[in-house]
């Protein structure tokens, strides 16, 4: 943009405009399934999109050492006949080589998750998910530790240690979810921390460690020893008003006490903030919570402050996972109800956390077999078929904002780039008619349509002064009749099956959102005045990037 629009310049609705930093928490991460996922066509495609509109810089998944990545073998195969038992285990990388240089030559990283256990060296198997994953801690530690060693040390090899320097190692996933997630106890977890920290850190001192990946914040002590115990949620289960109750995190402070103790590295601390819970009260009962719509921001204070106050207190804080909800049939995903929702949760939490990853950036995820039908209430942002949900645009109006923070609103954000200069915002209206409430999950699209009904509109305006004449923003309106695909495929009978002549349609439908063009006036002021209806985001960005 040809004009200074320093902050010192520029007046917003006749003040000065602040200049603080917005971290971009909702595109340094974004979640997948797991890494088999990422050798097919439409993942890779669905990928480069993300990066490329999205500005997503890592990716997240599961299942790097699972058996169908072939990682870890102690025989040579065998097919029709019994395979042939190996001298020694061997290390093969040709499936891990695929989706890394798919990653990298799409122009982002991984944020490598280490898990879960090869068959050969779980103590258990086929523990989790249609696909089967061996989340048990290992028969032979020293083979863990020696599998961990030499992964590291193939791609340091295959793509250099500058390189490899800039990904995070998160040490296994979710290991307070027993026996989901892992199968051992709480101290079998930081032991498998400890030797795998200890391993990375030999290689090079400057790769980076973290974890304990734990999820989700609890008010009750069901995590507090060495196994989940159930019998100590059912006053959770039972509360007239969860959100009174005191949600901590799981284990981040028993995990930072241990690492300490020991002189064990730890270059961030992960956990996963889903806005939910599931107690089971005295009968056995579970029970589904949803918290209150500023739950994710709570968490995350708490986290800040309890990382402030340790003996890491210059550990990142990376939140690998966060959704409306933790279920891959949840509705609300496809929705457009969960657009301003994530929009809300994104802008008071950018200066909370590093990162804070979208689980999941497509449908094309696994853990319960494929999806049935093209809106199944999966987690990502494009459906099967690539269909772009709602989130996915409210991430690429999240994805236009500058680095630098001109102005926080209840219902938005005006913002500035420091190295164009160019101003972008973006305005949602989560409506005032849910009060403190979040979104609840549902099972099918048709559930989540009376949330339609609530209200109500909300009027946005703004004088933005200070910017060269003549300049023009483009502005996006997303809303109940603009990009609202599952709507769209649901007058149209819900088909389970689409034809393609359907996906075509769809897809238009899905990118219709609503466009105009603001002019900034001869004197150098945008005038911005909008209705924003009910569940409704509204991004202005320059014309030029769009």
């Known amino acids: 943009m040809p004009h200074d629009t320093s902050p010192s310049t520029l007046q917003i609705d006749g003040r000065p405009a602040t200049d603080t930093v917005l971290r971009h928490v909702w595109n340094e991460c974004v979640g997948a399934g797991r890494a088999n996922e990422a050798l097919r066509a439409d993942w890779q495609a669905h990928f480069r999109e993300a990066v490329d509109v999205l500005g ?9 050492f699972h058996d169908d990545m072939f990682v870890y073998r102690t025989s040579n195969g065998g097919g029709f006949g019994p395979p042939e038992e190996l001298p020694e285990p061997v290390y093969t990388y040709a499936y891990v080589d695929k989706v890394f240089d798919a990653i990298l030559d799409a122009g982002a990283r991984p944020f490598v998750e280490l898990g879960f256990m090869p068959r050969e060296l779980a103590s258990q198997t086929e523990t989790l998910f249609w696909w089967k994953a061996h989340c048990s801690p290992p028969e032979d530690l020293d083979r863990w530790v020696e599998l961990v060693t030499t992964t590291v040390r193939h791609w340091i090899d295959r793509y250099g240690l500058d390189e490899v320097r800039a990904w995070p190692f998160e040490v296994w996933n979710e290991p307070n979810l027993v026996p989901h997630f892992w199968t051992g106890t709480r101290t079998q977890y930081f032991e498998l921390y400890e030797a795998t920290a200890r391993a990375i850190k030999a290689i090079d001192p400057q790769l980076r460690v973290g974890g304990p990946s734990t999820s989700v914040f609890v008010p009750d002590a069901r995590y507090a020893g060495e196994y989940h115990d159930p019998s100590l949620e059912v006053a959770t289960a039972e509360a007239a008003n969860p959100d009174e109750l005191d949600w901590q995190p799981v284990w981040i402070r028993e995990f930072l006490d241990w690492c300490a103790e020991r002189h064990v590295p730890v270059d961030f601390l992960s956990t996963h903030l889903y806005p939910t819970d599931h107690a089971a009260d005295s009968t056995g009962r579970g029970k589904a919570i949803s918290r209150q719509v500023d739950a994710t921001y709570l ?68 853990e319960g077999g494929g999806g049935i039908g093209p809106f199944h209430g999966g987690f990502g942002l494009v459906n099967e078929q690539g269909l772009h949900k709602p989130t996915f645009h409210a991430m690429a109006m999240l994805a236009r904002l500058g680095d630098r923070l001109l102005l926080e609103l209840p219902d938005g954000a005006i913002t500035r780039s420091s190295s164009t200069g160019d101003v972008a ?122």
């Open 425 to 546: 915002a973006i305005f949602y209206n989560y409506p005032e008619g849910m009060g403190k409430a979040g979104l609840a999950s549902w099972n099918t699209y048709a559930g989540t349509r009376a949330l339609a009904e609530v209200g109500p509109t909300r009027r946005i305006r703004h004088t933005i002064a200070g910017l060269a004449p003549g300049v023009e923003l483009a502005v996006e309106v997303l809303d109940w009749d603009h990009g609202n695909v599952a709507e769209a495929w649901y007058r149209m009978g819900a088909p389970l099956n689409l034809s393609r002549a359907q996906t075509a349609e769809l897809r238009e439908v899905a990118d219709n959102l609503g466009r105009s063009v603001l002019t900034v006036s001869e004197h150098g002021i945008l005038e911005i005045d909008l209705e924003l209806p009910a569940w409704a985001v509204v991004s202005i960005a320059p014309a030029t990037i769009l």
């Open 56 to 64: 997503a810089r890592h990716v997240r998944f599961h299942g790097l």
């Open 299 to 366: 968490d995350l204070r708490r986290m800040r402050d309890l990382v402030a106050e340790s003996p890491y207190p210059e550990a990142e804080l990376h939140i690998t996972e966060w959704s409306t909800s933790p279920s891959s049939r949840d509705a609300i995903h496809d929705t457009l109800f969960a657009a301003p929702y994530i929009v809300r949760a994104f802008l008071k939490g950018a200066a909370l956390a590093d990162s804070i990853s979208y689980w999941t950036f497509t449908d094309v995820f696994e």
